[in-house]
T-cell receptor, first 111, second 114 residues
């Protein structure tokens, strides 16, 4: 079974609105990463947040991490139609040395 | 800088046939990953290489799957014989030991087993 679980499974919003996706995990991590995947393509790394960080920004992306709740959120502000994609969180586990991906949130941004 | 290259992009075979996928990682990346991604799901790690050594192949179905990474650069993933349930996208990714764990993915090979 996958370590990370994204919520919601699917999200549909209008262009200009904000989109929030959540990720929960089970065991202690070194860092958590968010990736985007457009249909028929490979995954693209978006942002990485370390276990000792609480918030990270990159352009229109804002990621938070709450290690006490074992959860993270990805906020995309002022969404665009081009943001339509699946978004995955990946957790790098403390002792395993590998990342585990969730099943993703499918975001649809309507123009 | 060239990205991760995979070939072929698409492959259709009949069950019980063999199939092979090839991956060329980003130059200088010592870690290489093979993932399988089923429709509507996230990538699932099959095998991870550090240079030429397979350090994690716990999820690789060893009865029919094999992989190699000669000289610690290119890698090949093979399935023999293929089964209907092997239909999926096979993704290759690489990362640098000088990074923080960010993985760079290729476009994947979409395998259909009939």
């Amino acid at each position: 079974s996958q370590q990370g679980e994204e919520d919601p499974q699917a999200l549909s919003i209008q262009e200009g609105e904000n989109a929030t996706m959540n990720c929960s995990y089970k065991t202690s991590i070194n860092n958590l990463q968010w990736y985007r995947q457009n249909s028929g393509r490979g995954l693209v790394h978006l942002i990485l947040i370390r276990s000792n960080e609480r918030e990270k920004h990159s352009g229109r992306l804002r990621v938070t991490l709450d290690t006490s709740k074992k959860s993270s959120s990805l906020l995309i502000t002022a969404s665009r139609a081009a943001d339509t994609a699946s978004y995955f969180c990946a957790t790098l586990h403390t002792n395993a040395g590998k990342s585990t991906f969730g099943d993703g949130t499918t975001l649809t941004v309507k123009p | 800088e060239a990205g991760v290259v995979q070939s072929p992009r698409y492959k259709i075979i009949e069950k019980k046939q063999p199939v092979a996928f090839w991956c060329n990682p980003i130059s200088g990346h010592n870690t290489l990953y093979w993932y399988r991604q089923n429709l509507g799901q996230g990538p699932e790690l099959l095998i991870r290489y550090e240079n030429e050594e397979a350090v994690d192949d716990s999820q690789l179905p060893k009865d029919r799957f094999s992989a190699e990474r000669l000289k610690g650069v290119d890698s090949t993933l093979k399935i023999q014989p293929a089964e209907l349930g092997d239909s999926a996208v096979y993704l290759c990714a690489s990362s640098s030991s000088r990074g923080r764990g960010e993985q760079f993915f290729g476009p994947g090979t979409r395998l259909t087993v009939l």
